[in-house]
């Protein structure tokens, strides 16, 4: 009796996949040593991460921290004080919070250190600052809620970068950059004084500053201040000094001018100021500001010079404008209505 030939492949089909699978046994357990299972590694033995479950907490050694749950202060000390370089602090979306009393929610003691990051997270109602890095340089901080402290928000060193925070309700400056610092893409609210300051040098870009206690921006000597906005702040929208450059910004209903500069160099450009007691002030003794393709609408007063030599494009007024389309050959003129 002949065997179907339907019979024969698919028996050839079973045994070759048999012969494929192996033993059961070669499976089960895993490879012996040296093999790539037995060689698979945690994510701890591959970036070992020190845990933070407890306050007060002191770092003394590099290396990668995480929160392991919200944590709250006490007493009168520091959430976590850093006295090493090269830390890196993930609050890994939880709440460094303080109480009535205690210091700073982080804090970098003297002497210098570098290479401090803190990511991801809250820190909030500290009796001091929220962030107290001052002796943090090089450093980078970011994705961070700086809320409700007693003194700064955020306090760092030179050449930091400071990107996509913001600070509320802080007792002093939302956020406080030292020389050389990158802030980008930050936020600042109802804090007591300056919403974001920076120092000589700095950048300041693509920040929002609103309802502070001073100035919405104040950059300081050389620096550049970028897309901006500000809105309802104490004093200045944006106050910048020597030779620094303020471009592209909007400053809405700040109580006292929308662009103030203090000092000489200024490069002041494609700004638009509205609804403040003063558009732009340009306060120095010597001049040497460079003014051009200026908005300037709703003011009190649209521009004041408080010294001659500084170098601006003719002011366009409205009455120049009148109320239908106009044309104005100059590429430099500035603008009131």
């Not at 192996?22 to 895993?30: K, L």
């Not at 040593?33 to 060689?39: D, L, Q, V, Y």
């Not at 959430?79 to 709440?95: H, K, R, S």
């Amino acid at each position: 009796m002949n065997t179907p030939r339907c019979l024969l492949a698919a028996g050839f089909v079973v045994t070759a996949a048999l012969c494929l699978r192996g033993p059961a046994q070669d499976m089960d357990p895993p490879g012996p040593p040296g093999s790539a299972i037995s060689m698979m590694k945690t994510l701890n033995q591959v970036e070992p991460r020190g845990a933070i479950s407890d306050l007060p907490y002191s770092i003394t050694t590099s290396g990668v921290y995480y929160l392991t749950r919200n944590l709250t202060g006490s007493g009168s000390s520091s959430g976590i004080t850093v006295y090493t370089n090269n830390v890196e602090i993930d609050l890994n979306g939880f709440a460094l919070a303080g109480i009535p009393g205690t210091q700073h929610g982080i804090y970098v003691p003297s002497p210098s250190r570098n290479g401090i990051t803190v990511r991801n997270g809250t820190v909030s109602d500290w009796g001091g600052y929220g962030i107290q890095g001052a002796y943090a340089h090089r450093s980078r901080f970011r994705d961070l809620n700086l809320a409700d402290n007693n003194d700064d928000g955020l306090y760092v060193g030179t050449f930091c970068f400071v990107e996509n925070c913001g600070a509320y309700g802080n007792g002093g400056n939302g956020i406080n950059a030292g020389d050389g610092s990158t802030v980008r893409e930050c936020k600042a609210a109802d804090n007591g004084s300056t919403g974001i300051l920076a120092y000589r040098a700095s950048k300041i870009t693509e920040c929002t500053s609103l309802r502070n206690g001073a100035n919405g921006i104040w950059a300081r000597y050389n620096s550049v201040v970028r897309n901006c906005v500000t809105w309802s702040n104490a004093l200045h929208g944006v106050n910048a000094q020597y030779a620094s450059m303020v471009e592209g910004n909007y400053c809405y209903q700040n109580l006292a001018a929308g662009v103030y500069v203090n000092g000489s160099g200024g490069q002041i450009l494609n700004n638009c100021v509205t609804g403040n007691a003063t558009g732009f002030v340009m306060y120095s003794t010597i001049g040497g500001n460079f003014l051009a393709g200026n908005k300037a609408s709703l003011n009190d007063v649209g521009y004041a010079f408080s010294q001659g030599g500084d170098h601006y494009g003719t002011v366009v007024t409205s009455n120049d404008m009148g109320t239908a389309g106009f044309t104005v050959g100059n590429p430099w003129v500035n603008f009131e209505y």
